[in-house]
């Protein structure tokens, strides 16, 4: 069920590391403009998961998704989707949008998912689901990814501030007389 292997591409591009752990996965398309809910239901396996996000691949249903597959991304976005992840014992749900698919003819298709959204007892599931996969992949005890996530938005929250500062700053020096 889960490979032993945490990604480390996560440092440059990513905010939350990566996760190698194969899930079974559920999901239907939510109209976006709110008009009507689409009854089609696909499975899927997790490739890898995060805080924010999973990869997932579609082996057998993907005759059916090419055609609504260019509907779910870019500036033609038509689609969101209402996920369902089996954790084993619970199932998480979630509201995701794609990022990235890549179509691997003729069997394949692979979708980048950021998680746009939980209800508060599905996101404590799931980010304790997270910290205990990390944990036993690393072998620590720590820093949990609640840390790390509290830390990068700590971060975010000083260069935010320090910009601001900056740039008062220098609106103050421009005032002649001042």
Do not use: C
């Not at 209800?119 to 980010?127: Q, R």
């Amino acid at each position: 069920m889960r490979s032993t292997k945490m990604q480390n591409d996560w440092v440059g591009r990513r905010a939350y590391p990566r996760i190698d752990v194969n899930l079974p996965v559920h999901f239907g398309l939510i109209d976006i403009k709110g008009r009507i809910r689409p009854k089609a239901r696909y499975s899927a396996e997790t490739i890898d998961i995060s805080m924010k996000g999973l990869g997932i691949r579609i082996d057998n249903q993907i005759l059916h998704m090419i055609p609504i597959a260019i509907k779910m991304m870019g500036d033609n976005k038509k689609y969101d989707l209402e996920i369902g992840i089996d954790l084993g014992r619970d199932e998480v749900r979630a509201v995701g949008e794609v990022k990235w698919s890549l179509l691997d003819i003729p069997h394949l298709l692979k979708m980048g998912i950021f998680i746009k959204g939980m209800e508060h007892e599905e996101e404590w599931k799931w980010t304790s689901f997270i910290e205990k996969q990390y944990q036993e992949i690393t072998h620590k005890p720590g820093p949990t990814l609640r840390v790390i996530e509290s830390i990068q938005m700590a971060s975010d929250h000083l260069n935010k501030a320090s910009n601001r500062i900056f740039q008062q700053m220098k609106t103050y020096e421009a005032k002649p007389g001042k």
